[in-house]
Nanobody, 123 residues
Framework: QVQLVESGGGLVQAGGSLRLSCAAS???????MGWFRQAPGKERAFVGT????????YYGDAVKGRFTIPRDNAKNTVVLQMNDLKPEDSAVYYC?????????????????WGQGTQVTVSA
């Protein structure tokens, strides 16, 4: 059983930045580490994903150009760098791991999930 633990959420003003981290107990060359978010009353939405072996990334349209998943495989940690944050980015952010095809954009493709971390962006 893989454990994922997110950290780094908090309150930030619009236009600011936050950096989320996800520590994984185990990753393999097949791992794809994804980020999702869920706002109250809304479905869980795809943010971005990184292929652990190649470093390739893929992002959802809502965050392209603002969010990145930088390559830093030290200590089995995946990072979500969020810049130019907007109030509509407010949500609980989840880290997840998939070991299937590429790119995995649907929640059903992920087998392990973290507990989530709250991000709140004030106007």
């Amino acid at each position: 059983q893989v454990q994922l633990v997110e950290s780094g959420g908090g309150l930030v003003q619009a236009g600011g930045s936050l950096r989320l981290s996800c520590a994984a107990s185990d990753v393999t060359f097949r791992s794809k580490m994804g980020w999702f978010r869920q706002a109250p009353g809304k479905e869980r939405a795809f943010v971005g994903t990184m292929h652990w072996d190649s470093g390739s990334t893929y992002y959802g349209d809502a965050v392209k150009g603002r969010f990145t998943i930088p390559r830093d495989n030290a200590k089995n940690t995946v990072v979500l760098q969020m810049n130019d944050l907007k109030p509509e980015d407010s949500a609980v952010y989840y880290c997840a791991e998939s070991r299937g095809g590429w790119p995995p954009t649907r929640p059903s493709l992920y087998i392990y999930w973290g507990q989530g971390t709250q991000v709140t962006v004030s106007a």
